[in-house]
Nanobody, 120 residues
Framework: QVQLVESGGGLVQAGGSLRLSCAAS????????MGWYRQVPGKQRELVAA???????NYADSVKGRFTISRDNAKNTVYLQMNSLKPEDTAVYYC??????????????WGRGTQVTVSS
């Protein structure tokens, strides 16, 4: 089992910043890609940003230039620095990680989500 625990969500005014963290733990052999997704009620979960083990990043157009994803491979942790937040960034943010566990089985795990609310 691989568990992902997110932290860092909360309430912030428009223009403010938040930093999300997500730590993976459990029977991990290696973590490959890690990413952040978000979802609002009635809509599909969407990719916000992703990062490969080697550090290659990918961002949704809506967050380019405002959000930065990074990771610490030694700690199996991924971060999302969110600046210049807008009310439309309000959502539940989920962490995702894929890789291989100690039994050499493929894993694709999700965190429980953390609420980010941006007030206007």
């Amino acid at each position: 089992q691989v568990q992902l625990v997110e932290s860092g969500g909360g309430l912030v005014q428009a223009g403010g910043s938040l930093r999300l963290s997500c730590a993976a733990s459990g029977s991990i052999f290696s973590i490959n890609d890690m990413g952040w997704y978000r979802q609002v009620p009635g809509k599909q979960r969407e990719l916000v940003a992703a990062i490969t083990r080697g550090g290659r990043t990918n961002y949704a157009d809506s967050v380019k230039g405002r959000f930065t994803i990074s990771r610490d491979n030694a700690k199996n942790t991924v971060y999302l620095q969110m600046n210049s937040l807008k009310p439309e960034d309000t959502a539940v943010y989920y962490c995702n990680a894929n890789g291989v566990n100690t039994a050499r089985a493929i894993i694709d795990s999700w965190g429980r989500g953390t609420q980010v609310t941006v007030s206007s």
